[in-house]
């Protein structure tokens, strides 16, 4: 009687959706992106879309349209697949085969993958910045405005970050609820947004400039936050650092400036008309609802960077860089020996 009470009283409940999904990611997500292969195989119209870009104008040269949702929708089943598939398959692995403690691989492995993606974007952005006209000259964000035509890498480009971003929000209710989940949340909604409006309305560039000052400061903390993990408290000590010198000149001074280009240029470049049909979405009004978005973004920025110091500031006493973001390492989750999450 004694053993049936304490085996009820330890009984696991039943798994959630979510639950059963993430047991399985790998499975479906894989199942999902071999069908659309072998619906392009055999010749359906809607696979090439999503495996291929769209409104082709010539060798290098494209345009925007509503087909573009496939390439988008394609690519945030592939990241998922990628994203499961690397932490399971490459940073597991990694993280058993270094002796990294059962209760951190996951985390291991999700900033592993962050680190991964971010940092091909974000040199992947920086080349394409590097090679435009508005490098470190706001002016060309809206001179010959509208930026219609898009070449081969800036079409790819944007249309996998904002992929990206989309399975992101997915991604934030899967893993472990971190403290600052509502944040989160709406950083991740004001994100797309932006992407999303700034590719209809033509203004891929400032958008490719804004992606580019966020990206970097995110690679030196996931940086810092693998070093955390593998036991090497010096060298995430300098990669915190480094972040938290990266952070305000990027996602405060630079995204500051960008702000201020939003709020000043347009109407010496633009002649500010709501004329669809030639492309030209920018008005008073939008210009209005990008600044507000763009300073709400900065906010939650902001409201992180308080975070940020609070780090520096015990580091400084004497104490290793943590992600005050983050819950205690007493809370993770414990790992399958296959490198998934046991869920209780």
Same mark, same amino acid.
């Given at each position: 009687?004694?053993?049936?009470? *304490?085996?009820?009283?330890?009984? %696991?409940?039943?798994?959630?959706?979510?639950?059963?999904?993430?047991?399985?990611?790998?499975? @479906?997500?894989?199942?999902?992106?071999?069908?659309?292969?072998?619906?392009?195989?055999?010749?359906?119209?809607? /696979?090439?879309?999503?495996?291929?870009?769209?409104? %082709?104008?010539?060798?290098?040269?494209?345009? *925007?349209?509503?087909?573009?949702?496939?390439?988008?929708?394609?690519?945030?089943?592939?990241?998922?697949?990628?994203?499961? /598939?690397?932490? &399971?398959?490459?940073?597991?692995?990694?993280?058993?085969?270094?002796?990294?403690?059962?209760?951190?691989?996951?985390?291991?492995?999700?900033?592993?993958?962050?680190?991964?993606?971010?940092?091909?974007?974000?040199?992947?952005?920086?080349?394409?910045?590097?090679?435009?006209?508005?490098?470190?000259?706001?002016?060309?964000?809206?001179?010959?405005?509208?930026?219609?035509?898009?070449?081969? &890498?800036?079409?790819?480009?944007?249309?996998?970050?904002?992929?990206?971003?989309?399975?992101?929000?997915?991604? @934030?209710?899967?893993?472990?609820?971190?403290?600052?989940?509502?944040?989160?949340?709406?950083?991740?909604?004001?994100?797309?947004?932006?992407?999303?409006?700034?590719?209809?309305?033509?203004?891929?560039?400032?958008?490719?400039?804004?992606?580019?000052?966020?990206?970097?400061?995110?690679?030196?903390?996931?940086? /810092?936050?693998?070093? *955390?993990?593998?036991?090497?408290?010096?060298?995430?000590?300098?990669?915190?650092?480094?972040?938290?010198?990266?952070?305000?000149?990027?996602?405060?001074?630079?995204?500051?400036?960008? @702000?201020?280009?939003?709020?000043?240029?347009?109407?010496?470049?633009?002649?500010?008309?709501?004329?669809?049909?030639?492309?030209?979405?920018?008005?008073?009004?939008?210009?209005?609802?990008?600044?507000?978005?763009?300073?709400?973004?900065?906010?939650?920025?902001?409201?992180?960077?308080?975070? @940020?110091? #609070?780090?520096?500031?015990?580091?400084?006493?004497?104490? &290793?860089?943590?992600?005050? %973001?983050?819950?205690?390492?007493?809370?993770?989750?414990?790992? /399958?020996?296959?490198?998934?999450? #046991?869920?209780?």
């Amino acid at each position: 009687m004694a053993d049936t009470l *304490k085996k009820k009283q330890y009984a %696991r409940p039943p798994k959630t959706v979510l639950e059963h999904i993430l047991d399985h990611e790998i499975e @479906i997500t894989g199942t999902l992106l071999s069908g659309v292969f072998v619906a392009y195989l055999v010749g359906l119209p809607w /696979a090439e879309k999503c495996l291929f870009l769209s409104y %082709r104008l010539g060798p290098n040269a494209y345009t *925007k349209g509503y087909n573009d949702i496939y390439f988008i929708a394609f690519w945030v089943v592939a990241f998922t697949f990628l994203r499961a /598939a690397i932490m &399971n398959y490459v940073y597991h692995p990694l993280a058993r085969l270094v002796g990294v403690e059962a209760s951190k691989r996951q985390r291991l492995a999700e900033q592993g993958f962050a680190f991964t993606y971010c940092t091909i974007f974000w040199t992947w952005g920086m080349y394409i910045m590097y090679n435009s006209p508005y490098w470190f000259n706001t002016s060309y964000y809206w001179i010959d405005y509208p930026h219609i035509f898009l070449s081969t &890498n800036v079409k790819s480009y944007y249309l996998m970050q904002t992929a990206f971003w989309f399975q992101q929000v997915y991604t @934030i209710h899967a893993e472990k609820r971190r403290k600052d989940h509502v944040a989160m949340v709406s950083h991740h909604f004001i994100t797309i947004t932006l992407l999303v409006s700034s590719y209809c309305s033509n203004f891929t560039r400032i958008g490719n400039a804004v992606l580019c000052c966020t990206d970097l400061a995110d690679i030196l903390l996931s940086l /810092a936050k693998c070093l *955390k993990y593998l036991n090497f408290p010096t060298l995430c000590d300098i990669a915190f650092a480094s972040f938290a010198l990266a952070w305000p000149i990027t996602r405060h001074i630079f995204f500051s400036i960008i @702000i201020w280009a939003t709020i000043t240029e347009p109407h010496k470049y633009l002649d500010m008309l709501w004329e669809p049909e030639k492309g030209k979405y920018f008005t008073p009004f939008t210009q209005s609802l990008y600044i507000i978005l763009f300073v709400l973004l900065n906010l939650i920025m902001v409201y992180w960077f308080t975070m @940020i110091v #609070k780090v520096v500031v015990k580091v400084i006493r004497g104490d &290793n860089a943590e992600d005050t %973001r983050s819950d205690s390492e007493d809370d993770e989750e414990p790992q /399958a020996p296959n490198g998934k999450m #046991k869920h209780q």
